[in-house]
């Protein structure tokens, strides 16, 4: 989408610190980290939120969780001691940027609930 941030880091129109690529998937460093690792793992091609995930999304979204969010957790140390996957969605979720985004938040001991 046109105006849409993470599509511009996804095209490289805009810059971000990416710790992980393939071809439907980007992985990058929050501008401003909520904790000690603060990654959002992102759908290249724009999807609004979780809600407009379709069922031909279904192997895109088992690809996020199932392999690329562990692996990113692996390589930065915070599998073990655990870390937090947050999806925000919509206004009462808090969503601020619309284009679906996981949140990993590790490297330090997190509370419980959210505000
Ligand atoms: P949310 O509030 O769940 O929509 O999260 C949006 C996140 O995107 C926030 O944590 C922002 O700090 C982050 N963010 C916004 N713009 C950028 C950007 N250009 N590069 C990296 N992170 C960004």
Aim: charged content about 30%; overall charge neutral.
């Amino acid at each position: 989408m046109a105006d849409c941030i993470f599509c511009k880091i996804a095209s490289k129109e805009a810059k971000s610190k990416t710790v992980f690529e393939d071809e439907t998937v980007i992985a990058f460093r929050d501008l401003d980290p909520k904790a000690p690792e603060h990654i959002l793992v992102i759908p290249k091609k724009h999807v609004e939120s979780i809600n407009d995930f379709k069922e031909s999304d279904k192997n895109l979204a088992a690809h996020i969780l199932v392999d690329v969010i562990p692996k990113i957790a692996r390589d930065l140390k915070i599998s073990e001691k655990g870390y937090r996957v947050v999806i925000n969605t919509g206004d009462d979720g808090g969503q601020t940027v619309n284009h679906l985004h996981f949140h990993i938040l590790g490297g330090r001991s997190m509370t419980w609930p959210p505000g």
